[in-house]
């Protein structure tokens, strides 16, 4: 029974540490693309970041569209998580060092996820509903043509086809490759870590 418990709790900590760490690094894809903050969801994620990230931002400011308070916040969330869901399941509190170095895998982890979902989304919404004004999709590619930029100077549109994307998405298969290289080599255990 205290198994079935501790899968309990786990679960419920690992999602709740999974959509909050996406909504702070949201939060922070938000100003480092200098998306419209007047946008409803970007309001949703100023809101529910605001109250915890407040104290940061005095000891790490911004510096121009960098939000480095974001940043510890999703690191702190990340540690917050890890150590519960570790005492959860009868483990001792996980070494400073290691929880860090999970909690930074986690962060990159969901970040190159952000932009490969949202890149899908982006294409799919693109062929079947084009002209679509919907926030959530405004605010998507506010958010991810920053990123696609480098890529469409590269490979620009040929005969109206633009294939930056698929290298993108290379780009970031290749990254995560790497990133569970790393997560391998600090034995990052399954389960444990949100956002990974």
């Given at each position: 029974?205290?198994?079935?418990?501790?899968?309990?709790?786990?679960?419920?900590?690992?999602s709740l540490?999974?959509?909050?760490?996406?909504?702070?690094?949201?939060?922070?894809?938000?100003?480092?693309?200098?998306?419209?903050?007047?946008?409803?969801?970007?309001?949703?994620?100023?809101?529910?970041?605001?109250?915890?990230?407040?104290?940061?931002?005095?000891?790490?400011?911004?510096?121009?569209?960098?939000?480095?308070?974001?940043?510890v916040?999703?690191?702190?969330?990340q540690?917050?998580?890890?150590?519960?869901?570790?005492?959860?399941n009868?483990?001792?509190?996980?070494?400073?060092?290691?929880?860090?170095?999970?909690?930074?895998?986690?962060?990159?982890?969901?970040?190159?996820?952000?932009?490969?979902?949202?890149?899908?989304?982006?294409?799919?919404?693109?062929?079947?509903?084009?002209?679509?004004?919907?926030?959530?999709?405004?605010?998507?590619?506010?958010?991810?043509?920053?990123?696609?930029?480098?890529?469409?100077?590269?490979?620009p549109?040929?005969?109206?086809?633009d294939?930056?994307?698929?290298f993108m998405?290379?780009?970031?298969?290749?990254?995560?490759?790497?990133?569970?290289?790393?997560?391998?080599?600090l034995?990052?255990?399954?389960?444990?870590?949100?956002?990974?």
């Amino acid at each position: 029974m205290s198994t079935t418990f501790a899968q309990a709790g786990t679960f419920l900590i690992q999602s709740l540490g999974s959509f909050y760490l996406a909504v702070v690094m949201l939060r922070f894809l938000l100003q480092l693309a200098r998306a419209d903050f007047y946008n409803p969801i970007s309001q949703f994620l100023i809101k529910a970041t605001h109250l915890p990230s407040k104290p940061l931002r005095k000891v790490f400011p911004s510096y121009r569209n960098f939000d480095l308070a974001s940043l510890v916040l999703a690191l702190l969330s990340q540690l917050l998580a890890i150590e519960i869901t570790a005492l959860v399941n009868g483990f001792d509190m996980v070494n400073i060092l290691y929880a860090l170095s999970w909690g930074a895998i986690g962060m990159l982890s969901l970040m190159l996820n952000l932009y490969l979902y949202g890149l899908l989304i982006i294409i799919i919404v693109s062929w079947v509903a084009p002209q679509s004004q919907h926030p959530a999709l405004i605010l998507l590619n506010q958010l991810i043509r920053p990123a696609m930029e480098p890529f469409q100077k590269i490979i620009p549109p040929m005969g109206g086809i633009d294939l930056s994307p698929i290298f993108m998405f290379l780009v970031i298969n290749m990254l995560q490759i790497f990133l569970n290289g790393i997560a391998g080599s600090l034995h990052t255990p399954a389960g444990l870590v949100p956002g990974f």
